[in-house]
DNA sequence: CTGAAAGCGCTTACAG
DNA sequence: CTGAAAGCGCTTACAG
């Protein structure tokens, strides 16, 4: 392996001029950036990532930090990850993975060891003991996911509330003034994830600023868990006609394959808004009417915070990525005013 | 943040000795060794992660290379990458994560830089870019999964021949003499993921060494996709009595319902075998007599590899870790045997 | 059982 | 525009 000393002999200059070539951060003759580029080609010279880190006291990784516990829905989580990291790499950070436990314990080793610039927080609960963590370690770091206690922290989210409000609005005008919401299963609350909560909050909350009534229920396990939150639903208002998901993937087809097998037609009997999915509703049938959750933009923004952070700037705040509603024809007017014209 | 110096005079000795203290590379007094504990402690000290790479050559840092392109299933991945990570923590490693274009480019960065210690490889494809770059690259690498081309490589895996010949055989065993398999979505097999070839081969292979007819076929998208694949074997083989499935679990439950649909019962009519499966197949109606794909086993076997190679044992190589067969009830003798009792 | 010192390969003031 | 040198914080022969 070349190191920086055989480039500069190499390019016949000192290693510092190297140093600079390859940084720039001087200015070099042209005639000596050439001979040093052509020796680093020659030589195949890589910096070394330890000699880097020691010197310049950047190690150019971020740790993600993510529990992804197996009653995780993995997909979604997944996608955050991969965001993240290619998010990283514009910036020439590689990404280093604590997961399970070690997305606490790990927290606090890679921190303390200066083996990472800064941290980015995924899948982060209401309660999350990394934010406590984060708050005694001093180290860049940017939560994905609003927790409860967000003081001293930099969070960045989608505006799921402002979601919740976006898909009862829809309805609200269309006409209907019966609606539900089918959110994620029972164990997703309990565990205390932050964001089915706040979307659930959102959405009775702006039901009952628009005068709609509204009902919530969690699917059980597997399809028949998804029907029995369905009639839970229609019990709880036998005239809904309005319906938001806010659930993962298979759940949200499942409760299109059952309202199919009823009978019940989307959008003329019930009207149907997919709410916060990172999956792509236009391949169901019908396509549903979605507002996305797209990992790819709150990640860009919370490295961007995290560079920021790392370059001295940014004090602590929370930043609300907002919603955007996405028409595929699953939502019409309310039935029984369509037939009242 | 306290260095080595700090401890060194906070414990009243060398910074060698504190250094061998903590590495317990070399035997200390008890006094001594009790004197630097407590200065660790008292100082929050960690060893800096930079400063050790550059004096020890050693990062304690392994790259993950995963494409994970967007049509890989992620779960199955996602266990492969959560595998190898808690697998690494028990050698004290930690895991770089390198996904989509970055598997390869950054490969070659990470390993030039000497930012890593040792590479695993997932997902690798029948003819795999990365399989060439690490001939030349001369960093310690284990490959999991099978390429065709596996000179001067370490690759480990499930042995998905065997997997599929013990289903064969296991449904011959039971005087099944028609079976079908139901294989990975067309372009699985055509982006060249090497396991899915190999359990076809295997398929095919211990078939007519068994002197069983055997048909294949691959589903279409969606539950649509997959009756159609369905019917394709019940159409090559009218009188089919052993199915395999070879894919991933939306297209078994898929096959479930459709079987349980058509009033098909499992096992009296038809004897199924989920194989190689990375999830849990005994919640399916009915549970499935599976060959469950293992990510702990072959990625903690994986990770072993690589210490090695690091230590500067073990050759090129390829490893195969046996397929064991559990039974759910969902395969039988089949039927006109017992019919003929 | 312990210490003094070289050296890992860079970056970055300092100097010209 | 370029160089000589200090220094980052460790590990590890070398020596006793």
């Known amino acids: 392996m070349a190191n920086i000393h055989d480039v500069a002999?190499?390019?016949?200059?000192?290693?510092s001029t190297?140093?600079?070539?390859?940084?720039?951060?001087?200015?070099?003759?042209?005639?000596?950036?050439?001979?040093?580029?052509?020796?680093?080609?020659?030589?195949?010279?890589?910096?070394?990532?330890?000699?880097?880190?020691?010197?310049?006291?950047?190690?150019?990784?971020?740790?993600?930090?993510?529990?992804?516990?197996?009653?995780?829905?993995?997909?979604?989580?997944?996608?955050?990850?991969?965001?993240?990291?290619?998010?990283?790499?514009?910036?020439?950070?590689?990404?280093?993975?604590?997961?399970?436990?070690?997305?606490?314990?790990?927290?606090?080793?890679?921190?303390?060891?200066?083996?990472?610039?800064?941290?980015?927080?995924?899948?982060?609960?209401?309660?999350?003991?990394?934010?406590?963590?984060?708050?005694?370690?001093?180290?860049?770091?940017?939560v994905i996911g609003i927790p409860d206690d967000t003081e001293e922290l930099v969070c960045v989210d989608l505006d799921f509330r402002a979601a919740a409000e976006q898909s009862v609005r829809r309805l609200a005008d269309l006409g209907h003034r019966r609606i539900g919401l089918l959110g994620h299963p029972e164990q997703i609350y309990a565990r205390g994830s932050n964001f089915p909560h706040r979307f659930r909050a959102g959405f009775l909350d702006a039901a009952s600023a628009l005068g709609v009534d509204a009902a919530f229920a969690m699917p059980g396990h597997g399809p028949v868990g998804v029907r029995a939150a369905l009639d839970e639903l229609f019990e709880k208002q036998p005239d809904m006609t309005g319906l938001v998901l806010n659930c993962e993937e298979p759940i949200q087809a499942s409760v299109l394959d059952i309202l199919a097998d009823r009978g019940v037609r989307v959008p003329e009997d019930l009207s149907v808004i997919s709410a916060c999915s990172s999956f792509d509703t236009t391949r169901f049938h019908p396509p549903l009417d979605v507002i996305p959750l797209v990992a790819a933009e709150t990640c860009v923004r919370a490295v961007e915070l995290v560079v920021e952070q790392i370059a001295g700037a940014e004090g602590p705040h929370v930043e609300l990525?907002?919603?955007h509603y996405s028409e595929h024809g699953s939502t019409a007017p309310v039935p029984d005013l369509r037939d009242a014209r």
């Open 9 to 15: 002999k190499a390019a016949g200059v000192s290693i």
């Open 18 to 142: 190297v140093s600079y070539a390859l940084s720039g951060k001087r200015s070099i003759g042209e005639e000596t950036r050439r001979r040093i580029a052509d020796a680093v080609r020659e030589l195949g010279y890589r910096p070394n990532a330890g000699a880097r880190m020691l010197a310049s006291t950047r190690t150019n990784i971020f740790a993600v930090t993510a529990p992804l516990h197996s009653g995780t829905y993995e997909p979604a989580h997944m996608a955050f990850v991969l965001a993240v990291t290619r998010a990283a790499r514009a910036y020439d950070y590689d990404v280093l993975l604590l997961t399970e436990d070690e997305a606490t314990k790990g927290l606090r080793r890679v921190a303390a060891s200066r083996l990472v610039d800064g941290v980015i927080v995924l899948d982060v609960s209401k309660d999350d003991e990394r934010t406590k963590l984060l708050r005694e370690l001093d180290i860049p770091a940017v």
């Open 321 to 323: 990525v907002p919603p």
